[in-house]
């Protein structure tokens, strides 16, 4: 495994519709084992592969719910078990007609949060990192991800949607991927 130089504004890459993976070969397995390795250095809760350069559609996400939310410290509490998705040619079927602002970041765009607005919940069809067919419900923070990761396979980035844009003034604490 290596670590990929993640590309930022304004690389072509970034604003390309992504080609859909047709071959699931060593060379893929390769990416996606890189990829999980760079979202983790950066550190990062998800990625998707034209942020390393490959125009292809696949993301990795890796993300605890609850991670973001302020808690007293119980040290009895079980640590929240963060869960990885890869997801290749994703598809989303079903988006709730809920919606829900949050801040979001992206490695890509260095130096700029912005506000979002988003599908709380959703039901996307993707293919595995073996090509196999799986179908994932999900919702809140993760809902949030996979549509900030399957705009980057769409050549759109959070600021294109965003309703305000700003510069953090201090190291901010928004998850970015
Ligand atoms: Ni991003």
Redesign the pocket.
Known sequence: MALRKIVTLPAAVLRRKAKPVTKFDQDLQTLIDDMIETMRDAPGV?L?AP?VNVPLQLAVIEYAEGEDEEEEEDPEAKPRKKKLFVIINPEIVKASEETIFGIEG????PGLIGEVERHEALQVKALNRHGKLVKLKVDGWTARIFQ??ID?LNGV??TDLATKVWTPKDDSEIP??
């Open positions: 998800g998707a942020q992206c490695l890509s765009v900030h990761e980057h980035i959070f970015l991927d």
